[in-house]
């Protein structure tokens, strides 16, 4: 570049503003899992996010898939044609995902991602460039989210910058229930309605308790009252309904009997079955 | 020497390997979160999809599956049905997944899937898998706060009985089955891979007010708990539809044996008489005559399937009892404090 020559550097801004991405566990899962299965010479892996862009600028990441890929020191070849087919099929079953862009194992940006960025700004708009680092180096996995940004000198376009967007997991609530499983490594059996019931009736505790303990603490002096948290507190405790003892202890009770009405129902259903079965197996053709 | 070797050879290759009984099918959390994924955003259409695992020894692991698109019209489809199939598997298999079926998954509204169906299904993919699974999941219970998903199989003595279509009373008899041998529920175990595990522990956010799911302590299970009833009724309804079935049966048997007898005595006289007349005693049977037709007997299979609904129906409403009395013991000592 000429010295006396003063062009300024660009940074166009992305033409829909991308303020951020969620990203489902699934996901996660999915690529922790072709990671695993990867090939033997392969360092990592590479693929496809499926998702949508919601209304207010966030993307969505729903699904994805693998795509297998050959890498070397220059160049990146990916299986365009193994990405179309695998595009093809997920379509037919859900018509809604569309691709939103792309991730890749291993921690940070390589040179090769450009080019690869590149390639699936040809399908979409404005890709996001998922990192998940399954080799922990940082002592933790870390998940980011990536946009890509041209930087332009002039009219010349020099090269595409990588701005990290804020990322979030997020959670259907059916996922959540069975988040405990699948967090450990081998869960013996699935638990059963008041298992379920029970752990999240110790969390509720759990939670009282702290409150508790810092309501204490708040009025033993030994930490600084924070008038928000303290409204907070006295807004949840007033919002108990406030019912007189006979009219709350008189719905209880209905439906208390309520409930002891459908089991006696369905323990009578079952009775009858009982009795329906053994009477037409029985019975005897003379 | 050689004939002792032959034998030998014989002997092995004559004593079949005895297939170890399936007794757990163990998922990965891969899996899981796929068909519930696939269920919830279906819901409340039914949707069905493939599993992909290995099948070893007494365990059946399930690694992978894909959804099956919806059926619109059953015109062109069957043969896009297939190439899909055929174009996943063939891509899974690429970048190495276990691309070996090893049975179905779908999901269901309050458990109502025992129909014909699902063992015609069952049937047709035992044909071609030694050991097959269907994997059910219910999308509208686990709003309710559980993780409804059961594995289930046809039991070997049932499926002998439907391959020969005969539901007669006896034969059930000589069997020993009753409705409750019609489906096998397998347990499940899940597995995560080390570094899956690893990653939910790190992601799942920290402060524990997060992680408590309030759903479970929803009140109003009132909506989910008429339906169930709803559905247990129109099953009695049938139920009582079939035992009316059987009670014309016996009556109509009955009715057609006293028919029988009567023209039986008829005959008998009427061959006296010509005995006595010197002429040829006419025979004694007369497969012309329709009171002599056998009539057949109903089938018990759709009341064993209707049976097994209402159970299950039945189990349904105990278990959501069993919460809802949590929760009001729960409520009561909130007041009371």
């Known amino acids: ?286 | 020497m050689a004939s002792s070797m032959a034998r030998s050879f014989l002997q092995v290759a004559a004593t079949e390997e005895v297939a170890s009984p399936l007794r757990v099918v163990q998922i990965e959390g891969l899996v899981i979160l796929k068909i519930i994924k696939h269920c919830k955003e279906f819901s409340p259409a039914l949707v069905t999809g493939q599993l992909l695992g290995l099948d070893v020894g007494s365990v059946l692991e399930v690694t992978n599956c894909f959804p099956f698109p919806i059926r619109e019209e059953d015109e062109e489809i069957e043969a896009d049905g297939a190439n899909y199939q055929l174009e996943m598997m063939r891509c899974l298999r690429e970048v190495n997944v276990d691309n070996n079926t090893v049975g179905w998954y779908q999901s269901t509204i309050l458990g109502s899937y025992q129909t014909v169906e699902l063992i015609e299904t069952f049937m047709n993919y035992q044909e071609n898998i030694r050991r097959c699974v269907c994997i059910i999941y219910d999308p509208s219970r686990s709003n309710q706060g559980v993780l409804a998903l059961k594995a289930l199989k046809l039991s070997d003595s049932f499926m002998e009985l439907y391959r020969a279509n005969n539901f007669t009373g006896e034969k059930l008899r000589e069997k020993n089955l009753s409705w409750v041998d019609i489906f096998e529920e397998i347990p499940i175990q899940v597995s995560n891979s080390a570094l899956i595990s690893a990653f939910m522990t790190e992601l799942e956010s920290d402060t524990p007010v997060k992680q408590c799911d309030y759903d479970r302590l929803q009140l109003s299970t009132k909506p989910y708990m008429e339906r169930n009833v709803e559905f247990l009724i129109e099953c009695m309804d049938d139920l009582s539809m079939e035992q009316q079935k059987f009670q014309f049966y016996y009556r109509s048997l009955s009715r057609q044996q006293a028919q029988q007898q009567a023209w039986l005595q008829k005959r008998r006289t009427e061959n006296m008489a010509r005995k006595a007349a010197g002429e040829e005693p006419l025979p004694e049977e007369d497969p012309s005559n329709p009171i002599f037709k056998p009539i057949p007997e109903p089938s018990r299979l759709e009341s064993f399937l209707v049976t097994n609904q209402i159970a299950n129906y039945c189990n349904q409403i105990n278990g959501v009892a069993g919460q809802n009395f949590n929760r009001l013991y729960l409520m009561k000592s909130l007041h009371d404090n």
Request: aromatic share 6%.
């Open chain 1, 1 to 286: 570049m000429a010295a006396g020559d003063r062009t300024v550097l660009q940074f166009n801004s992305p033409s829909s503003a991308i303020l951020s991405a969620k990203v489902h566990p699934l996901v996660i899962f999915n690529i922790c899992d072709c990671y695993v299965r990867r090939p033997d010479q392969a360092e990592r892996v590479i693929g496809t996010l499926l998702g949508s862009v919601l209304p207010d600028g966030t993307v969505d990441i729903r699904n994805s898939y693998a795509v297998p890929h050959t890498e070397s020191a220059e160049q990146v070849a990916l299986d365009i044609e193994y990405h179309h087919n695998m595009l093809v099929s997920h379509q037919k079953v859900n018509p809604k995902e569309v691709i939103v862009g792309w991730y890749s194992t291993g921690l940070g940006v390589t040179g090769g991602s450009a080019l690869i960025q590149d390639f699936y700004s040809r399908e979409v708009p404005n890709p996001i460039h998922l990192t998940v680092d399954t080799g922990f180096r940082n002592g933790e996995g870390t998940v980011k989210a990536f946009v890509s940004v041209n930087l332009s000198l002039g009219d010349r376009q020099l090269a595409a910058q990588f701005q990290e967007i804020p990322l979030d997991l997020c959670m259907v609530e059916a996922e959540r229930v069975g988040f405990d499983i699948l967090k450990k490594t081998a869960v013996d059996k699935l638990p059963n309605d008041l298992e379920g019931m029970e752990v999240t009736m110790g969390r509720l505790l759990a939670l009282i308790d702290d409150v508790y303990k810092y309501v204490d603490d708040v009025v033993e002096g030994r930490v600084p009252a924070d008038n928000n948290i303290g409204r907070f507190i006295a807004e949840t405790v007033a919002s108990l309904p406030k019912l007189s003892p006979p009219a709350f202890d008189k719905l209880m009770n209905d439906s208390l009997q309520d409930q002891l009405l459908l089991l006696y129902l369905s323990s009578i259903a079952r009775t009858q079955l009982g009795l329906a079965e053994k009477l037409n197996t029985a019975a005897q053709i003379l």
